[in-house]
């Protein structure tokens, strides 16, 4: 995999822009091994990324691009493809400063196979050992730029959520008051997890079937955060609950925590423990992932989209998922 060349750092941009767009495609064609075999086309069209699919011999190439709250991504993916290469997907060429990548093709993703509960389980539980490798390097990812939300940062990035006007125009007064009355125990939440003993890592923070090659490699950090592991159960089981029409504490759901969990150490009543924490407060998580997302967004925003970091932290008051 090659690094390019720092490039100058590019805010806001709009993905329909004929100006970006032609710097995008002499990128790629400079960071290509072989020509391009016929148009470019934009697809997965996003406020916060795009992707471009580019026709080769060879198949195609996936470009990536990422707007400015989420551009760490091209980092990290250089990075794991060096601390992890069999377990995600490895770029052929990143530029870190524009958050930019570029990725041979891997594959259908695991959604396209119709995957059973089974194909579920599976995935957590090699996503898990991912996690215990990489927990040695927290700090280096951090170092990378991705964000940093372990247990004892959340009370505050959730205080300062709270205090965004946006963010409390759109929870509303009743959304509002009912939040900021968990603020004390969400406190005492974090605090516990802090204290279970299990040290933070990557944390992927949209990890579902749609996010997993069929081979297994994991891919899209756009939302990934330093942060206690046990959080990726939130989308994940929430995924897997839309997937297989599941409601929160389903039997089916408690399964694929288990499955999960199966491979940490510690007292299994322990980790369930903390694994209902973890998904609790995950939804601030969430609710940071969306903020950066939209953060200088490339394309207009519709009000569903635009609200999200409001409707995840209004989650603080539902039932846990598990």
């Known amino acids: 995999m090659r690094e390019a060349p720092s490039g100058s750092t590019v805010d806001g941009n709009d993905w329909h822009d004929p100006v970006w767009r032609a710097a995008a495609e002499a990128w790629i064609a400079d960071h290509l091994d072989e020509p391009v075999t016929g148009p470019i086309e934009l697809t997965r069209v996003r406020p916060w990324s795009v992707s471009l699919r580019v026709p080769t011999a060879r198949g195609p190439f996936w470009f990536k691009a990422n707007t400015f709250g989420c ?10 493809a060096w601390w992890a290469p069999g377990s995600v997907l490895v770029p052929v060429a990143i530029d870190a400063d524009r958050g930019w990548l570029l990725t041979a093709d891997a594959g259908p993703i695991l959604r396209e196979s119709a995957p059973t509960p089974d194909d579920w389980a ?98 899209d950090w756009g939302d990934a955060s330093v942060a206690h ?72 925003l519709d009000d569903d989209v635009r609200t999200a970091p409001a409707e995840w932290l209004a989650e603080l008051t539902e039932p846990d998922i598990v």
């Open 122 to 219: 599976a995935l957590l539980a090699t996503y898990g050992e991912l996690q215990r490798t990489l927990a040695p390097r927290a700090d280096e990812m951090t170092g990378l730029g991705v964000p940093d939300v372990r247990p004892a940062a959340l009370p505050g990035l959730l205080a300062d959520l709270l205090a965004d006007p946006a963010v409390r125009a759109d929870l509303g007064a009743a959304r509002l008051a009912a939040v900021q009355g968990v603020a004390p125990a969400f406190a005492d939440w974090c605090a516990e997890l802090a204290s279970d003993g299990l040290g933070a890592s990557l944390q992927h923070d949209d990890l579902h079937d749609g996010n997993v090659f069929t081979s297994g490699r994991f891919f």
């Open 229 to 300: 592991p046990f959080g990726t159960l939130l989308v994940t089981l929430s995924s897997a609950g839309y997937a297989f029409d599941l409601k929160p504490g389903a039997p089916e759901l408690l399964r694929l925590r288990d499955a999960y969990l199966s491979g940490w150490p510690g007292d299994p009543a322990a980790l369930r423990r903390s694994a209902t924490l973890a998904c609790r407060v995950t939804r601030v998580s969430r609710a940071l992932s969306w903020r950066r997302a939209l953060d200088r967004s490339a394309l207009p």
């Open 71 to 80: 551009r760490y991504e091209a980092a990290l993916a250089s990075a794991l």
